[in-house]
């Protein structure tokens, strides 16, 4: 049975709170263990807990504290390339949505010109109804048409000259 999602909302419940810090704070724990163990990786985990006067540290304090040694030894350039905040995680997300935005644009511009291609050609639209401001989007899926139709006659010409045997009904001048 799936999941339900869950909404993210301060538990104003504070055992509930408490549960369900410490079930998080165990999943936690597991990903942590299985990323050391499944891909060799150094990991550690401080988790300052609202009901304990001292942090949890995983797997032990002289492990994580190795590893904080090691991450504290990198230059600052290197550090970088590591943290990632909210800011450079949005921005980086709001790029890659503007991009996917702006090729859905095109591509929807290149079926509404299409569309009107073939409307005219079933005598639904009329020529004079084209907006001239989508020329360019025109003559390059006429180009594209063109190189696409130009490519298939290559490969039946191809075909035709393997296999001889075949009677078409078109000539190979």
């Given at each position: 049975?799936?999941?339900?999602?869950?909404?993210?909302?301060?538990m104003?419940?504070?055992?509930?709170?408490?549960?369900?810090?410490?079930?998080?704070?165990?999943?936690?724990?597991?990903?942590?263990?299985?990323?050391?163990?499944?891909?060799?990786?150094?990991?550690?985990?401080?988790?300052?807990s609202?009901?304990g006067s001292?942090?949890?540290?995983?797997?032990?304090?002289?492990?994580?504290?190795t590893?904080?040694?090691?991450y504290?030894?990198?230059?600052?350039?290197?550090?970088?390339?590591?943290?990632?905040?909210?800011?450079?995680?949005?921005?980086?997300?709001?790029?890659?949505?503007?991009?996917?935005?702006?090729?859905?644009?095109?591509?929807?511009?290149?079926?509404?010109?299409?569309?009107?291609?073939?409307?005219c050609?079933?005598?639904i639209?009329?020529?004079e109804?084209?907006?001239?401001?989508?020329?360019?989007?025109?003559?390059?899926?006429?180009?594209?048409?063109?190189?696409?139709?130009?490519?298939?006659?290559?490969?039946?010409?191809?075909?035709?000259?393997?296999?001889?045997?075949?009677?078409?009904?078109?000539n190979?001048?």
């Amino acid at each position: 049975m799936p999941r339900r999602k869950v909404t993210l909302a301060y538990m104003l419940n504070k055992s509930e709170r408490k549960i369900s810090f410490n079930k998080r704070k165990k999943g936690l724990i597991k990903k942590a263990s299985e990323l050391r163990t499944l891909r060799a990786v150094d990991a550690c985990a401080i988790i300052y807990s609202p009901h304990g006067s001292q942090p949890e540290v995983w797997p032990s304090p002289e492990d994580t504290t190795t590893v904080l040694s090691r991450y504290n030894g990198l230059s600052d350039t290197e550090k970088s390339r590591y943290l990632t905040n909210l800011e450079s995680l949005t921005q980086q997300r709001l790029k890659k949505v503007k991009k996917e935005l702006h090729r859905l644009q095109i591509d929807n511009k290149r079926k509404e010109v299409e569309n009107f291609m073939y409307k005219c050609m079933a005598g639904i639209k009329k020529p004079e109804e084209f907006d001239m401001a989508n020329a360019d989007v025109m003559r390059s899926i006429m180009e594209q048409t063109v190189r696409d139709l130009s490519s298939r006659m290559r490969e039946l010409n191809i075909a035709d000259l393997d296999n001889p045997s075949t009677t078409g009904s078109h000539n190979n001048n």
